[in-house]
Nanobody, 120 residues
């Protein structure tokens, strides 16, 4: 399956910015939608943002206007640019990719989690 490698987590002050990266490997038939999700202790993994292969984006209401999800198709990489960070954004962030295992057949792959902590 497609392997996703995530980087960029860390500690940042409220109001600061951070960028996460997710690079995909072992791609044989291409990737469609990529996205970011986050999870805090005791809660389910929640949608943050997605971007399709042609650049159509979708964001959770809680991050609209603050986060963007750029994509570099040449590098098979998606980013999560997080601006105006709030303590409520503290979570483990996960990358997801929907990819083609065969023409017309898709599957989903998850990357490892990376901790983002927003605190003063």
């Amino acid at each position: 399956q497609v392997h996703l490698v995530v980087s960029g987590g860390g500690l940042v002050q409220p109001g600061g910015s951070l960028r996460l990266s997710c690079a995909a490997f072992r791609i044989f038939f291409g990737i469609n939608t990529m996205g970011w999700y986050r999870q805090t202790p005791g809660k389910q993994r929640m949608f943050v943002a997605t971007i399709t292969g042609v650049g159509s984006t979708n964001y959770a209401d809680s991050v609209k206007g603050r986060f963007t999800i750029p994509r570099d198709n040449a590098k098979n990489t998606v980013y999560l640019q997080m601006n105006s960070l709030k303590p409520e954004d503290t979570a483990v962030y996960y990358c997801n990719a929907d990819y083609y295992v065969k023409p017309g057949i898709t599957a989903s792959s998850w990357g490892q989690g990376t901790q983002v902590t927003v605190s003063s």
